[in-house]
């Protein structure tokens, strides 16, 4: 899904509806993430404990959003 049929289909939300958006454009954000700050994102997915399948979605914005402070 791109930009514009995110931004598209949000016109007609309601607060789930928004959260759910909210994230998806957030996760788009690791397509043009700076090669340093995709490094950080990989070595910090590989160091959890768990498996990725365990992570939730809370989990891994807040790892991407690290990994852009990082770099």
Not at 5 to 16: I, K, R
Not at 29 to 36: E, S
Not at 47 to 64: F, I, K, N, T, W
């Given at each position: 899904m791109n930009v514009s049929?995110?931004?598209?289909?949000?016109?007609?939300?309601?607060?789930?509806t928004h959260d759910l958006f909210s994230a998806v454009r957030q996760l788009q954000?690791?397509?043009?993430?700076?090669?340093?700050a995709l490094s950080q994102l990989v070595a910090a997915l590989e160091?959890?404990?768990?498996?990725?399948?365990?992570?939730?979605?809370?989990?891994?914005?807040?790892?991407?959003r690290d990994a852009e402070v990082a770099a």
């Open positions: 049929a995110l931004n598209a289909a949000v016109a007609n939300e309601d607060a789930t954000r690791i397509h043009t993430m700076p090669m340093a160091c959890r404990p768990d498996a990725l399948e365990a992570l939730s979605v809370g989990q891994l914005l807040a790892m991407v």
